[in-house]
Each structure stands twice: as C-alpha cells, then as structure tokens.
C-alpha cells in the first residue's frame, strides 16, 4: 500500500491485517510511555484544508507516539490567502523533505490529485462528501473489539445525512467487507441521488428498524453542506430520526450506537443516550490514534517490529 485515498484500497484480508497491527498499538498506547521509535527520523505532515478537532489531533497524536517528527499546515495563516494553487502549496511542502501527508480537503478527490503531483505518501483525512477511510477503519476496530465473533451478519444501520457524509461511504465499504448488513435509514431527501452499487439496503423509518438491528451508527446533520432545505426543520428531523431516550429503549438489550462526532446533541441523538452505557463515541475516538498509527507504520515503517 503507498497511500490510503479509500477503502476500496484494501480487501478484506487488507482491512483485517491493518485491524489486527492496530490492536497491537492499542496495547503501545496502554504503556507508561506510549511511545516506539518506529518511524524516528520521518516527517508527517497534516495539510487541512478544513476544520477538524479529532482527526487532526488523532494523526498527529499517532505521528508522535511512532517517533515521527510532525508538521502542521493550517489554510488560514498560509499563502493560501494569497492565492497559492494546492499544487504549488504541496510541492513547496514536499520540497522541505517530508514522507507522508494527512490530507483534509473540502473537494472529493483533492487527495488523489495530490498523490499524482508529490512523492510523499498521502493519507485521506476526508476529502468533501467523498470518503474518510480513517475514521471507518477506527469504527470497525471499536466494533470489532466489543463483538469477538466479527462483524459477519451484524445488522447495521446508518441513520441520518448521508447524502453529504464521506463517512457513511467509508463506512458502507467497510461494514460490507466485513461480512455486516447494513441498512441507511434516511428521508429520501437525505439519500444520495443514486445507490446503484452500494451494498446496502435502505428504509426511510427510523422506529421500523429500531427493535431489528445490533448497532445504530448516527450521522451528524452537516448544516454546512447543504444549500438547500432538505426537512422541514431541526425539530421535525429529530421527532422523526433523533434517537431520543425513548427511541433508545426499543433497541435491543445488546445494541450498541455509534457517532463520528462532532454531535449535535439534541439534533440526531440526545444528551442521555451519548453520554450513556450503550454509546461507544468515547471508544471510537481513543481507537483512532492505534489505527492511525497502523497506517502510517504500514505506509512509512520499515516492516519490521512494532516494538
Ligand atoms: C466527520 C468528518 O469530518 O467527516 N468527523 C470526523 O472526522 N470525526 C463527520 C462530520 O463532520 O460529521
């Protein structure tokens, strides 16, 4: 592997295989000091072209417990304001001698362009309403880890925006490599225009589905990406598909929820259900560093031991 710009870079022996390198950082990072010289001597640099709180902070947190040396970009105080093209910005960059690029970009495929222009390898950090595959690869982990048996016919349903969610994408390749069935639960407005290919099934009724599923994953409504009104309001959205307490109470006893944050508490989930025992938020996101970490080391490290 030189970049992950998707999922569909890896198979399912791939997915499994970078899974299993991460459970080995998991136990890095349960250390005294979290620390391996795996990757002293490279440099990772993040290129964000969008504002990020988790990803951002879980690479470099990665890239520093691997011993890389780490540089940050931020758009707002580059010569990005002056008008620099993203070619002439990354090339200035990959000139300073760097190894890899975690890359956020508003455009779908701005990752990829990237790659053919610079040497360095690039890591697609989200890229528009495209993919993230770091954010899938770490909520098949979190999943993976509290379901021994796999992922295999685990019934998964995808609740929300996913018309402008590159996690949704990442996440429906990944679930359905992993053997899961997953369901996108939606008003059709809120759906893409065409689902032709996509593994997956689809009802526009939250309650109908609620009692049948063993994980609700919850998109976040992105405001910001719509520039047309696609429900009627916040407060309709939720009577219908927020998973308010009493939604949660049909669940299954052993049903577990799922958000990539941030969360509009109060829009798609309330307070109580994120803040409660069924809610794995708090695991997905202290997975993310041990799976960032597995893809740096697999596209920057020299093969041999972890530590
Ligand atoms: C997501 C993103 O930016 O795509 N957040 C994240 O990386 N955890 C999801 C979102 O913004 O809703």
Request: no cysteine; hydrophobic share 45%.
């Given at each position: 592997m030189r970049h992950?710009?998707?999922?569909?870079?890896?198979?399912?022996?791939?997915?499994?295989?970078?899974?299993?390198?991460?459970?080995r950082f998991i136990e890095v990072t349960h250390r005294d000091i979290p620390k391996v010289p795996a990757l002293r001597g490279k440099t990772v640099v993040s290129l964000f072209y969008e504002d990020s709180t988790r990803t951002r902070l879980s690479f470099e947190t990665a890239a520093k417990r691997l011993s890389a040396d780490t540089m940050t970009f931020t758009v707002g105080s580059s010569s990005v304001k002056k008008g620099e093209s993203l070619r002439d910005t990354v090339q200035t960059i990959e000139a300073m001698g760097i190894d890899a690029v975690?890359?956020?970009?508003?455009?779908?495929?701005?990752?990829?362009?990237?790659?053919?222009?610079?040497?360095?390898?690039?890591v697609n950090a989200g890229d528009g309403c495209h993919e993230h595959p770091t954010q899938a690869l770490l909520d098949v982990l979190t999943l993976r880890r509290r379901r021994p048996s796999g992922l295999d016919g685990c019934r998964i349903a995808i609740v929300g925006d996913v018309r402008h969610s590159r996690v949704a994408r990442s996440d429906v390749l990944a679930f359905s490599a992993l053997g899961a069935e997953v369901t996108l639960v939606a008003p059709p407005t809120l759906l893409p225009e065409s689902l032709e290919g996509w593994p997956v099934s689809v009802c526009y009724d939250l309650d109908e589905v609620l009692p049948n599923i063993d994980v609700l994953y919850l998109l976040r409504i992105q405001l910001e990406r719509q520039h047309e009104a696609l429900f009627p309001s916040l407060r309709e959205y939720t009577s219908r598909y927020g998973l308010t307490a009493a939604r949660a109470a049909r669940l299954p006893a052993d049903a577990l929820v799922m958000h990539p944050g941030p969360m509009n508490r109060g829009v798609e989930i309330s307070a109580e259900v994120a803040d409660g025992p069924v809610s794995l938020i708090a695991e997905q996101v202290a997975n993310g560093v041990a799976v960032r970490m597995a893809v740096l080391y697999t596209l920057l490290g020299s093969g041999g031991p972890v530590a």
């Open positions: 992950l710009l998707s999922i569909d870079d890896l198979d399912r022996t791939g997915l499994e295989q970078l899974l299993d390198l991460s459970e975690v890359v956020r970009h508003g455009s779908a495929g701005a990752p990829k362009r990237i790659s053919e222009w610079i040497d360095a390898a690039i």
